[in-house]
């Protein structure tokens, strides 16, 4: 693993005062890229889990906070992060939501209104409820940035092109493609040789699948990302109209995490049976999101042929296949790695550079 170089400390008001809310995976990235000279304009005034919080001493690295975290006997409450937020002098003032906890994605509009700009990874406001989704938008009016790179594609250029596109009066007509980096590592590589959980596990350790991997399986995660994107085109799709299969058993969907974890073994049998299957067919099994002009939408396994796109994917790829107005003979195709730490932790650092 190469060296970091740590940016020099800066003792002047910071241009911009972060907090993060999230040390997991993604978080953790997070707080080395912090420490690189690219952030050298940035200050790190807070730091969360979901146990407990620290505001960091004047001077503290950012590669110090999760030990900082781990001996604070703070409980978890906002109100002290946004206090030393504001207490930073910083020109703007940032908060970072690296975690998949609903309740705080439906803080974001408060911050918002409140003036602290919003950068996340976190997918839950803008792909859960529509009324979540407006409110979101209402927010926006008062002028703070919402950071949303890490949203869809872990930081692919996909919905910052969607937004170039529609200010130059293009028009989205249908979108399709391979939009879960997990599933798509997954898919990959599953040839029946080894247990699809075996694989599973895999995924979570090299940090591409959710806190709770059900979210990855269950479409719930590509649902989201199809929504988003949707909703960026204008489509005002509820959560309830994407058609979604699951691949979670039924006897897995109501157990909790840890159960789920230990009895992976459970998926193997019925995923064996339509790999089989589609082999026997001569076909590739993918994970697809779709969504037509009527605005009719589905994410789903589906049976591809070899020389279909998706087919043709290695690693975490995610594709984005979009056909719109003015790219109608063949679509815009947007493609690279869809998940891990890395990545996504860098499109959270461009998107608090970009505020
Ligand atoms: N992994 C990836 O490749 C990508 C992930 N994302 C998104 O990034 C987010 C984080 O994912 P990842 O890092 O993999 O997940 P992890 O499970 O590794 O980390 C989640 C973190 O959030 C913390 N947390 C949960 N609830 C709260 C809360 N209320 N306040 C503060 N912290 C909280 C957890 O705390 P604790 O440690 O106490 O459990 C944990 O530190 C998710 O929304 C995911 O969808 C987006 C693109 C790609
Ligand atoms: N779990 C997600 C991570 C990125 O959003 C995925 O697999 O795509």
Known sequence: MSAVAFAPRVDTAPRSALVLLGTGVVGRALLTLLGTPAAASLRLVGAANSRRQHVLPDGALPGDAVEHLARSHEGRDNGPLLAALDAAGATHKIVVDATACTIEAGRHADWLAAGYHVVTANKALAGGQLAGWRALQKALAHGAVYGDAATVGAGLPVLSTLRRLRQCGDSLLTLEGVFSGSLSWLFNQYDGSRPFSALLRDARRLGFTEPDPRSDLSGEDVARKLLIIARHAGFALGSDEVE?????????????????????????????????????????????????????ARVGLVEVDADHPAA??????????????????????????????????QALLGDILAV
């Open 244 to 296: 979604v299969e699951s691949l979670v058993p039924e006897a897995l969907r109501g157990v909790d995490t840890q159960t789920f974890l230990d009895r992976l073994e459970e998926l193997d049998e019925p995923l064996r049976a339509r790999h089989a299957q589609a082999k026997a067919n001569g076909k590739r099994l993918r994970y697809l999101a779709r969504l037509n002009q009527r605005g009719r």
């Open 312 to 345: 043709r994917l290695s690693g975490t790829d995610n594709q984005f296949a979009l056909t719109t107005t003015r790219y109608h003979a063949t679509p815009l195709v947007i493609q690279g790695p869809g998940a891990g730490p890395e990545i996504t932790a």
